[in-house]
């Protein structure tokens, strides 16, 4: 059972292109986390948001929570190719002290 | 700092086989997390610490155990090892609760053949 779901879960594009990238579930999540992972390393948080409808700009980078807080997205202006890697969401449950990841969105920006 | 270290960086085992897949961190956090992560899947939690002498279960804990025997230690235990635990492990520690940072190790890749 996966309760987070990515989409795409590819996406090629050209530098310079703008693309969104989604996280959705059927469950509430206290708190939403956008990783990225780049080959052969560990994931690197890039935000965490916590209330509904949040929205927060890291650079070309622009994240938000939904108003139910069960979906995400992750919007990036102007693609370099220092953006290509693996994007993975995580949603946090208040029952527990745990975070659950989503499939993750394989982006490439082409020069 | 080192942050987390992992090791072995990749490992090959036979069927059968055990092993202890050893994660240290040195930024004195209470929270200590092993995930596996497999192609297309995400990362799953197999068992996260919230302290010295304390564990518990993830997502998918089956063949695999777990100790935390210092703050700065949390070694991942297969005992037989299957063919179905091919993946790449990782270590992560936290300051707090799972809203606070994940700091996450490079991984540990174990094949099993």
């Known amino acids: 059972t996966q309760l987070l779901e990515q989409s795409p879960q590819f996406l090629s594009i050209q530098e310079g292109e703008n693309l969104t990238v989604y996280c959705n579930s059927s469950?509430?999540?206290?708190?939403l986390q956008w990783y990225r992972q780049e080959p052969g390393e560990g994931p690197v948080l890039l935000v965490t948001v916590v209330t509904g409808g949040e929205v927060k700009k890291l650079k070309r980078l622009t994240f938000q929570f939904g108003d139910a807080r069960k979906d995400s997205s992750l919007h990036i202006t102007a693609a370099q190719p220092g953006d290509t890697g693996l994007y993975l969401c995580?949603?946090?449950?208040?029952?527990?002290?745990?975070?659950?990841f989503g499939t993750g969105t394989s982006l490439t920006v082409i020069p | 700092n080192a942050g987390v270290t992992q090791t072995p960086k990749f490992r090959i085992l036979k069927i059968g086989q055990s092993m202890t897949l050893q994660c240290t961190q040195d930024?004195?956090?209470?929270?200590m997390y092993w995930y596996r992560q497999d192609p297309g899947m995400g990362l799953k939690l197999i068992y996260y610490s919230v302290g010295a002498g304390i564990t518990d279960k993830g997502e998918v804990p089956n063949g695999y155990n777990v100790s935390r025997s210092t703050t700065e230690d949390f070694p991942l235990r297969l005992e037989l090892a299957a063919p179905s635990q091919t993946s790449v492990y990782f270590c992560?520690?936290?300051?707090?609760?799972?809203?606070?940072?994940?700091?996450f190790g490079p991984g540990t890749r174990l094949l099993v053949l």
């Open positions: 995580a949603g946090g449950v208040n029952t527990g002290n745990q975070f659950y």
């Open positions: 930024m004195n956090h209470n929270y």
């Open positions: 992560a520690s936290s300051y707090g609760l799972a809203e606070e940072t994940q700091y």
């Open positions: 469950s509430v999540f206290s708190s």
